[in-house]
């Protein structure tokens, strides 16, 4: 499978700039493991850090639906990969964790992140507030952290795949 990657109109309107962007980034992670082995995908970058691949695309699925479901919607359907015991535990892979079973989480919180901005506008607010400041954020606000969220994590995508097998690119 290939990834394609395509960048929003450069005349398009907010919301489909926003959601372009978002889903671009959201294919440059895809495409950063495509072509690995399940071994490859879950090799730490560079000790002491547990940062691979799998574990980004582990992460980015709890990013999803912790940003859409339970902030924007007001919904709290749990952790995924995460416990109050471990709490960086979609960094902590097994033998047992498969691209398969990580992919397919990841896009089934991306569909439901679809699912749940659908029914907001870029100014509406969430039903879910900041631990910090108590207040809610505006659509927009979640949709440009999480394009800084995946840019941020795309570039250590770049570096561990740079260091599994050589290939780069942006």
């Known amino acids: ?3 394609e990657r395509r960048e929003p109109a450069g005349n398009a309107a907010e919301r489909p700039l926003l959601e372009g962007w978002l889903d671009y980034h959201r294919q440059t992670l895809a495409w950063k493991c495509e072509g690995l082995t399940d071994d490859q ?3 730490a970058s560079v000790a002491p850090s547990e940062l691979s691949l799998m574990g980004l695309v582990r992460h980015m699925a709890e990013v999803e639906r912790t940003w859409f479901r339970k902030v924007l919607v007001g919904d709290d359907p749990g952790p995924i990969h995460y416990s109050d015991d471990d709490p960086d535990g979609e960094f902590h892979l097994t033998e047992a964790d498969t691209w398969e079973d990580a992919r397919a989480t990841w896009q089934a919180e991306v569909d439901a992140a679809r699912r749940a901005a659908s029914g907001f506008g870029l100014d509406d607010l969430s ?3 900041s631990r910090s400041t108590g207040e809610p954020f505006s659509l927009r606000w979640i949709y440009t952290h999480m394009i800084e969220e995946y840019a941020r994590h795309n570039g250590h995508a770049d570096l561990i795949r ?4 050589g290939a780069t690119g942006d």
């Open 1 to 3: 499978m290939t990834t």
């Open 41 to 43: 995908l879950r090799t």
């Open 127 to 129: 039903r879910g507030r």
């Open 162 to 165: 740079e260091r599994l097998d």
